[in-house]
């Protein structure tokens, strides 16, 4: 079984990093799934593990000039106060894994609708950019996520951004959020991490590396884009039921 969790860890940063996300929902989902990790630590765990997968994931995808600070800076400029606040928030988890989940089946689907690029992008509007960075910000430090799993299909379905830039922008909101979100918990005094922990983070971190170098360097945008689809509704799945 320990052998198992581990691989699981792994592929999971693999897949998440391709598509320039940290992998928090999946490992929370692991997490569930095994004795290995107490309810008190998921929270704290799967954040700590996934400021390092994001991290890596944002250099890749930033090295290869997928990136687009301007975006990124307004979004963080909510969801970084709303991930702390979000993470000194101690509430029944359950309604909001399951409202989660419900709602990344929904842009899962909406994103494996979507059409090819067409290279017809819309400015992000300032107020939008904040108010989503406000939302997405406060759930994700709640539940525990760097809400890269919410940011990507926001900004592919309002044509803010190319699919790989926003791969990039999505592994460096995941990172500002999830330190925020954890400094929140630890502010709170809820930080409590798996002894573990700095093994499984060697693991996803050499996971991470490998599937953000793919997704940044020779995945096709359109495969990303499916990549993405598949991702979220696996996450969603996984919320629901487990």
Known sequence: MALFFKLLLFIAAFLYAMVGHGGASSYLAIFALSDSVSPEQMRSTALVMNISV??????SYRANKHFEGKVLMVIL????????IGGMIRLPGSLYLTLLGGVLLLVGLRVA?????TGELSPMPMYGGILAGLMIGLLSGIVGIGGGVLLSPL??????????TTAGISAAFIFFNSVAGIIGIYSS???DIHPETGWWIALVIIG???????????MAPQTIRYALAVVLLFAGVKLLLF
């Open 208 to 218: 991470g590396f490998a599937g953000a170098l793919l997704g940044s360097r020779w």
């Open 189 to 191: 005094g809820q930080l």
């Open 113 to 117: 609708g979507l059409g090819k690029e």
């Open 54 to 59: 994001s991290l890596v994931s944002f250099l």
């Open 155 to 164: 900004i592919l379905l309002m044509r803010w951004a190319p699919i790989k």
């Open 77 to 84: 400029s909510a969801s970084v106060p709303a991930a702390f």
